[in-house]
């Protein structure tokens, strides 16, 4: 009985020497930016997702260890190249993710940059085109988002939907002048200009007398007109007018200023 006690005992004291004798080899996974999804297989094209994120360090044993492809990827983030390793005695990946871009321009520039998630919601920024956005700077960068521009004296944009994709994007809006004509017909001014609201409710008719007066609000005309008689002038003066339309979404950029002198009697 004493004898067959030792042998199960000799039996476990080799069998955990054993196991502490087997070599362990450690990995580690980090990236920059951090919690990126870890994807791995036997090739490049047999990667699969983990359920384990950035940064990683674990240890494994030697019985356990094979060759392996790693890649991580991250929303907002160019997907990492793969980087295969062959079984060695110490693995330590590095990864470092480029930010997906989203630039926006215009013709001609220098246009104010809105953005929402939805039509309805769309936002006026602090950008002006050309712009490009990223994780970095901030924004709407990669998410499915609504954009527009905005330009005194022109119409303003379509509005463009961009969805969320795994690589760099790029739109570009074409901006139209808001047309805006003064003549003179007695004394009287004639403005007309050409309609560029789908929805507009109306337009506003604003006027200053002289190049440093201020602009007032002096008609309002129902939605399609197109014209407007002033015959409230004075001779020897000199009358600027803007126009801008309006809507249940608000209202557009001024048109560009029409400028009209009145002579003398």
């Given at each position: ?21 087997e070599t362990i080899i450690q ?52 997907d990492s190249s793969a980087i295969?390793?062959?079984?060695e005695g110490y693995r330590l ?173």
């Open positions: 009985m004493a004898l067959k006690i030792f042998c199960i005992m000799f039996i476990g004291i080799v069998s955990f020497l054993s196991a502490c004798s990995e580690i996974i980090t990236c920059k930016p951090a919690q990126a999804d870890i994807y791995w297989g036997k090739t490049p094209s047999s990667l699969e997702k983990s359920e384990l994120e950035t940064p990683l360090s674990r240890v494994i044993s030697a019985s356990k260890w094979e060759p392996y492809c790693y890649q991580v990827k991250k929303e907002g983030y160019h295969c390793r062959e079984e990946l590095e990864f470092k993710l480029i930010p997906i871009k989203t630039t926006i321009t215009s013709e001609p520039p220098g246009a104010v940059l809105c953005w929402g998630p939805s039509m309805e919601e769309i936002k006026q920024t602090y950008h002006r085109t050309p712009v490009t956005l990223s994780d970095d700077s901030g924004g709407p960068n990669w998410k499915s988002c609504y954009f527009q521009v905005k330009k005194d004296g022109y119409v303003d944009s379509e509005i463009a939907f961009l969805p969320r994709q795994p690589n760099d994007r790029k739109v570009r809006f074409k901006l139209f002048p808001y047309p805006l004509k003064a003549t003179l017909s007695n004394t009287k001014v004639i403005l007309s200009w050409k309609d560029n609201s789908p929805d507009e409710l109306g337009f506003i008719i604003e006027r200053k007398k002289g190049s440093i007066g201020i602009f007032n609000e002096i008609a309002t005309v129902g939605p399609n007109i197109t014209s407007y008689t002033d015959g409230d002038i004075i001779s020897n003066c000199t009358y600027y007018y803007r126009v801008r339309s309006f809507s249940a979404a608000g209202f557009s950029c001024y048109s560009k200023n029409a400028r009209m002198m009145i002579p003398g009697e």
